[in-house]
């Protein structure tokens, strides 16, 4: 049986068990070469097939999947609300030290309680995100919580489990045993690289943003769908033994243990025989903070030994064997010379602060996001100001406020420009959105998203066009919009670079065939925002064809079940720019569209009852609510409106009527009560009489 391709798996149960067996230690094995050890040996690809080949075994097997499997981390069903948690030992926090003096004074301390010992300290990076807690029970996690009070924290183990750099089942190393119970505690966190991303990606839809790495890793966590807290790529440092275990007597000893059953343990960690050279550690950090690819917020220095720990033990919630010392964020005065807006790749407008350069904890700053047009106003940031800067979470640079007391009067508010700064088209800011973007689909900003989305294969499926092929047409000037790709010669593309004569025909065929398309699919492929592949579809079947949607209102969208407000203005603010409406024109006229079915061979072909007609509805519909009505009449291929005009094939009426069935009567337009109305879709539709005795 050839192990990697087939779809049915012809293994007894037997068998299976094995196999999923085997793969599981595989997989794990490569995660933690891969997420622990920085240091994969199979491609991604390899690793894809392992997976995907457990995945097929445990569909078939469904009874073998175990809850350590490493299948199980993409999420689970959502919970209604986290359940509580009681902590076994309570999770303290850390007394503070702000400078080299408050070391020494967490020294002289020590020196007065224990003036005997002598110890070594420990320093590690302190982690800036959220303590949790995991328990393994015979070497599979079995619970983790978050810190909560201390005492209580919630439980979180689904959005644990997938987090990669938590085992599932622990490693099973040749020189220890695994206990029975194992429980450790540590800090997760998001690197700077995912939250950038994180944050980019929610921009363009709109949403708001995490203001630094920690909250995006806490909103990540306290998600009640852990399907939420798969896509958020989470880490977490380990940084703490809860159960005692014969033979370790060092904190250090600790951490070695723990790394040996496949946690992540942090590379920096040193044992220091002194504090002054605990004081040299955290020095050099503040100046190597930079370096990491995730945020500190300060150096942790415990006692190494974990006898004298327990002599020490703890004062108000705090061990008296740890002190964080805080690491300074320096914070600089610095003049905003000018607000640039700049366009992202899907057309949101972001406002960047552009500065007179300054030095920042080892690196020159001269530009710094602002976010969006409500952030500068929530700041009340005014360009001309004096501003207070830092490197938010140590790297990235951010405009903290304004310095009011140094204005001269000279300062100009920012106003966003009502125009893209790249295309001139008019911008638009959807109802509720901070983002305010350019809908225009030639902006030369957007063009290279827009055209590979538009042949994307769940948009119009026009093979060959990937990123590469579109980032090459679009920077030699052959193509300027996605319709354009329909004008596309062999000749055109010849000269682009490791493009040959087949290929080159291949391309230009596999163009020609994407024509003919569902409207749903093209509505999808114009990447109109909030139009998703659900909404284009709904659309299509309300309106069949693109010209009755561009010409919708926003009032008559509305009205469709399943279109809200912010659907619906980004709809018509997309056609009401010319530019929009040329490019579907042309998909129209290159055939790109497949044509409606018209008028009687809509019948023929079985087509519903109400296709086209417009609805308003007045009085009480009996035993019917107005949703329920509109979902009917939509059913068969009808729509509701709101208010009665010309376009109105009838006013459908209950018991009391109002205002608007006589506005029909007034201005000339059908009405029709419920018994006839039935008796119409009741009708065969195959009968000719069916459709004529309707108007
Ligand atoms: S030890 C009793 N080590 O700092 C000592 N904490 O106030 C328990 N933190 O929210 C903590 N990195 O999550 C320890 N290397 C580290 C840490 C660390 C970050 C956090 C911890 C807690 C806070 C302590």
Redesign the pocket.
Known sequence: MNLFTSDDVELTHDQAEKEIKSLQKEINHHNTLYYIKDSPVITDAEYDKLMRRLQEIEKTYPNLITPDSPTQRVGAAPLGEFAEVQHSIP????AKAFDAGELSDFESRLNRMMPEAKFDYVC????????VMLKYEKGIFVQGAT?GDGFRGEDITLNLKTVRTIPLRLLNPDDVEIPDILEV?G?VFMTRESFDNLNKNRADKGESLFANPRNAAAGSLRQLDSHITAQRNLDM?V??LATPVEGIETHYQALQYMKKFGFHI?EYTKVLPDMASVIKFCEEWIERRSELTYDIDGV?V?INSLKLQEELGAVSR??RW?I?YKLPSTEVVTKLLDIEVSVGRTGSLTPVAILEPQEVDGSVVSRATLHNEDEIKRKDIKIGDYVLIHKAGSVIPEVISPVKEKRDGTEKDFILPKSCPVCGEEVFRPEGEAATRCMNMECPAQVKERIRHFASRRALDIEGFGEKLVEKLVENGLVKQPADLYDLKVEDLLPLERMGKKLAEKLVNNVKKAKNKELAQVLYALGIRHVGQHIAKVLADHFETIDNLAKASEAELEDIHEVGPEVASSIVEFFSLEKNRRITEKLESEGVIKKPIEGDNKEKAGEKKLAGMKFVLTGTLQNFSRTEMKKLIESHGGRVTSSVSKGTDYVLFGTDPGSKYRKAEKIGVSTINLEDFFEILKEDSNSPQGTQSFK
């Open positions: 999770l303290l926090s850390l590690e990076l302190k982690f800036d995100g959220l303590a810190r505690r800090e440092f940084y703490s942090n942790v415990k705090s061990p740890a964080a």
